[in-house]
């Protein structure tokens, strides 16, 4: 017996919730911060890059537009509660933009998951890798840019967030592998 194809309408709904979803998952996650200096360690990176590898398209991309615009408009979405334009202009709010940057490219790189598809594991962890890479671009150029560092300084103070994202990196694949053809029945 063959499975009745969800018409426009239908799939458009489960694509707003899956938005909606997850940037309630991005928001949700603000508050699990470990402090440290010079940045917080968090898991908001590690949900944007998840959600993109497994959803693919740009159903992520607009995720993170609905958490960032949340966060300009006041709400406390951002690490540690953190709010407002003013954030965005920082070091740390250059990684919010990073994390919608990284949600365009991988949602590029995945494409949306379907059922026929068997998404190989190197494309997962060539996007996931990517970007985590790409989270890390704007604040590094601000903080080149702004003059606060030098190369040589800067390294080893992002030696212990490089090696938390590896970790995460390490996390987001097996979850990926085992998600993305879960979600590929669900939007097909």
Do not use: W
Not at 49 to 54: F, G, R
Not at 137 to 155: H, N, Q, R, Y
Not at 159 to 179: E, G, H, N, R, S
Request: charged letters at 15%; one cysteine or more; a positive charge.
């Amino acid at each position: 017996m063959e499975e009745n194809k969800l018409t426009k309408k239908e799939l458009n709904n489960r694509r707003s919730i899956i938005v909606l979803s997850i940037t309630l998952l991005i928001c949700i996650s603000a508050p699990i911060i470990v402090k440290a200096e010079p940045l917080p360690f968090v898991l908001q990176n590690m949900i944007v890059i998840l959600a993109a590898v497994v959803f693919g398209g740009m159903q992520t991309a607009g995720s993170v537009g609905l958490f960032l615009a949340a966060g300009l408009f006041g709400l406390p979405v951002f690490a540690g509660g953190a709010r407002g334009v003013a954030h965005l202009s920082t070091i740390r709010g250059s990684f919010l933009l990073g994390y919608f940057v990284a949600s365009l490219v991988i949602g590029f790189m995945m494409k949306t998951p379907t059922v026929e598809e068997k998404t190989p594991i190197e494309k997962i962890v060539s996007s996931c890798v990517a970007g985590y890479v790409i989270i890390y671009i704007l604040p590094l150029l601000k903080m080149f840019d702004s003059g606060l560092v030098l190369f040589a300084e800067t390294v080893p103070k992002l030696l212990p967030y490089f090696i938390a994202d590896f970790i995460k990196c390490i996390i987001t694949i097996p979850l990926a592998v085992i998600l993305r053809p879960i979600i590929a029945k669900k939007l097909n």
